[in-house]
């Protein structure tokens, strides 16, 4: 995965704990590794030989005055802490610009239901940007969203037709002119994003929902706040189709004590009960083709990764100027 150049490592790594899943290793074979080396030191086979120099850094270590060396382990435990907040933050602040978006797409259509109809179905574009250093907030990287809202219509009917219409769109740009997503695609963008930002992943907005078409629930709700709302989050590491985070969340209206139902692929919180909302770990297999969504899933899968593409070039272009290496 191509991870923004304003990243420390610290920060790379709390990018990739958000789209990379860590490894669960067997308990038997570590523990068969563990008890392989005290038991047979200098085996000479590949799995019990040690690598070169492993002991002279041992020694090292060892020699390292015990204060200086706790203050080291310390130090890298911090450092991973850290990187394993920022992950979690990271796909918390995801959910809850989506958790706005979907709030504010309910209420504009909802106010907008006899002069200008919306849609049922809109888009929101997430990027990355540094936070701002006079910022207060511990956070070191925050989420900021582009958003696409259509009028309601025959074309905008259904939500596959415009994701469709949108990836052939991104794919057919003209490769030769600096073409960003932002201005070509999206309605708005929030406030405070800057030029570098990077795009980050897909969120769609829906307001048919189970309880049933937002056409249907208008003709019994009294105001905006009868309005429930579905939102999904797509993000792609690679074009490994394993390669993604995907989170689907059910937002009930004030009848339903707005109550919102989360499902995500990867894990949101280290420990549950420290979680903004409650949400199930799901295995992508299961929300692909139990959620109801697959079909939608897989087209956001498609515009999510030539989006990625196109960002990217965007950004490159943007390098060659600042360092004066135009086109050959």
């Known amino acids: 995965m191509s991870l923004p150049a304003y990243l420390t490592p610290s920060r790379a790594s709390a990018m990739r704990?958000?789209?990379?899943?860590?490894?669960?290793p067997s308990a038997e074979g570590t523990a068969s590794s563990?008890?392989?080396?005290?038991?047979?030191?200098?085996?000479p086979s590949p799995a019990g030989r040690q690598p070169a120099g492993q002991w002279d850094g041992q020694r090292a270590a060892d020699q390292l005055p015990p204060g200086l060396l706790a203050n080291q382990?310390?130090?890298?435990e911090e450092a991973a802490e850290l990187a394993q907040w920022q992950a979690y933050d990271l796909q918390w602040q995801v959910f809850h610009r989506l958790r706005e978006f979907s709030v504010n797409h309910g209420s504009q259509a909802w106010r907008l239901r006899y002069r200008t109809p919306l849609s049922a179905y809109a888009l929101a574009y997430l990027f990355t940007q540094p936070?701002?250093?006079?910022s207060r907030s511990s956070q070191l990287t925050v989420v900021r969203a582009a958003t696409r809202l259509w009028k309601a219509g025959p074309e905008s009917q259904h939500p596959v037709p415009l994701l469709s219409s949108l990836t052939g769109q991104v794919r057919g740009r003209d490769p030769r002119l600096v073409w960003d997503l932002r201005e070509q695609i999206a309605n708005r963008s929030d406030d405070g994003m800057t030029a570098d930002a990077v795009y980050l992943g897909l969120g769609l907005s829906s307001l048919d929902t189970h309880t049933g078409a937002f056409a249907q629930v208008c003709q019994t709700a009294t105001n905006e706040m009868d309005i429930p709302g579905v939102f999904l989050f797509l993000a792609t590491g690679s074009a490994d189709p394993v390669d993604q985070q995907v989170i689907i969340a059910d937002r009930r209206c004030a009848t339903d004590h707005n109550v919102t139902t989360v499902h995500a692929h990867r894990a949101l919180s280290l420990f549950r009960l420290q979680a903004p909302y409650p949400f199930a770990h799901v295995e992508l297999e299961t929300l692909y083709q139990q959620s109801g969504y697959g079909q939608l899933l897989r087209w956001m899968w498609e515009l999510d990764r030539a989006l990625h593409e196109a960002d990217?070039?965007?950004?490159?272009?943007?390098t060659r100027r600042r360092t004066g290496r135009g086109r050959s």
């Open 34 to 43: 563990l008890m392989a080396q005290a038991h047979n030191p200098t085996d």
């Open 17 to 24: 704990l958000l789209l990379e899943p860590a490894p669960e």
């Open 131 to 134: 936070a701002d250093p006079g």
């Open 312 to 318: 990217h070039a965007r950004r490159e272009a943007a």
């Open 73 to 76: 382990q310390r130090a890298c």
